[in-house]
């Protein structure tokens, strides 16, 4: 029996030595511009999977130990993300300020035939051109010639060996000029690419997650190595995730070295 108790108590001893290690800390989260707390805005602790949200005031109370990352992330709001220091365990409370984020939304059509039912009588009334009307003072445009396709888009001049004229085919797979959209499509690709990347990487978003300026943030972001499919791919949230994966490595690695 005594055996068994001496295995029990090697079980339990680490996760009362880590319950002990832990803070209750406290917090509020404001937005700097109108100066009031931010309501029902999640904290996360990634390290341990633990989860709040804030009181109607913007107040958070959450259990941390020291290198915690913590993620405050809300509707309206751009995410922050903080490792707790020293300096933040001993502080008896943190403000934590989220700015504003403007959404960009797509355009909007305004129907000008209302309901369905205006819309169908507006339709079954139509006068259809079936060329036996002429309008005085216009002619009707000519009928284009052209059978050469002009495409940007590898795939499209694929299915014109099939869909499309021989002339088409020919003209997509041979001329010079098709040659040189398709690399221009692919050029303007990859430039908007890269700028949706520098959107999401980049110096002022990599030093508000980490804290690190100057040649020390220079180096972690060479250190990060992402690619720009991973980069691409990744959500804000996952890629922030990833950047404080990889500042536990590095600071392990800095320590390691020294």
Do not use: W
């Not at 959404?103 to 035939?113: A, G, H």
């Amino acid at each position: 029996m005594r055996p068994f108790l001496i295995i029990l108590l090697f079980a339990i001893l680490p996760v009362l030595l880590n319950a002990q290690q832990r803070t209750m800390i406290a917090g509020i989260v404001i937005d700097p511009v109108s100066g009031k707390g931010v309501a029902a805005a999640h904290v996360l602790n990634l390290t341990d999977s633990l989860a709040t949200i804030t009181s109607p005031e913007g107040a958070f109370k959450i259990p941390v130990q020291l290198g915690d990352s913590l993620v405050f992330s809300s509707i309206g709001y751009h995410m922050r993300a903080i490792i707790i220091s020293e300096k933040q365990l001993l502080s008896d409370f943190l403000q934590i300020n989220m700015a504003a984020r403007d959404y960009q939304l797509s355009e909007v059509e305004v129907n000008p035939l209302g309901t369905k039912d205006q819309f169908r009588k507006k339709f079954m009334d139509l006068e259809v051109d079936d060329g036996s009307i002429e309008i005085a003072g216009i002619k009707k445009p000519p009928v284009d010639p052209r059978t050469i396709p002009v495409t940007e888009d590898k795939n499209e001049i694929k299915k014109a060996k099939y869909l499309l004229s021989p002339a088409s085919f020919i003209y997509g797979n041979l001329s010079k000029d098709a040659k040189a959209r398709q690399e221009l499509h692919r050029l303007e690709a990859e430039k908007e690419k890269h700028r949706y990347n520098y959107q999401k990487f980049n110096d002022p978003k990599v030093e508000n997650i980490t804290g690190y300026t100057g040649e020390k943030l220079h180096e972690f972001m060479d250190f990060c190595n992402f690619s720009e499919a991973d980069i691409y791919r990744m959500s804000e949230y996952e890629l922030t995730i990833a950047i404080l994966n990889k500042q536990k490595s590095y600071e392990a690695s800095k320590r390691k070295s020294e």
